[in-house]
């Protein structure tokens, strides 16, 4: 599979794009797990309490929430039709 431009990126949405042997971890084990294809998206977010009381509010189920970087905070919710959702805040 030739490189993608950006770091793994497509467009100015940075869309990841993940395949077999190019990652480690949990993202490797889903990979294993569930094969090639959408498994999760995420959404930046300025207000993480708002927008996880509106998630909550249309059924969706906090998974987790916690820093996910410098500066910044994650709330994961569990999937629908098998795709994680994620909201992020950066300060």
Do not use: N
């Not at 889903?30 to 999760?40: C, F, I, P, Q, S």
């Amino acid at each position: 599979m030739p490189a993608l431009p950006d770091g793994g990126f497509v467009g100015r949405e940075r869309l990841p794009v993940l395949r077999h042997g190019a990652v480690r971890g949990p993202a490797a084990e889903r990979l294993a797990k569930l094969g090639e294809g959408t498994h999760a998206i995420a959404f930046r977010c300025s207000d993480l309490e708002r927008d996880i009381a509106r998630a909550r509010s249309v059924g969706l189920e906090l998974l987790r929430r916690g820093a996910c970087g410098p500066g910044a905070q994650e709330a994961e919710f569990a999937p629908e039709a098998g795709v994680i959702v994620k909201l992020v805040q950066r300060a």
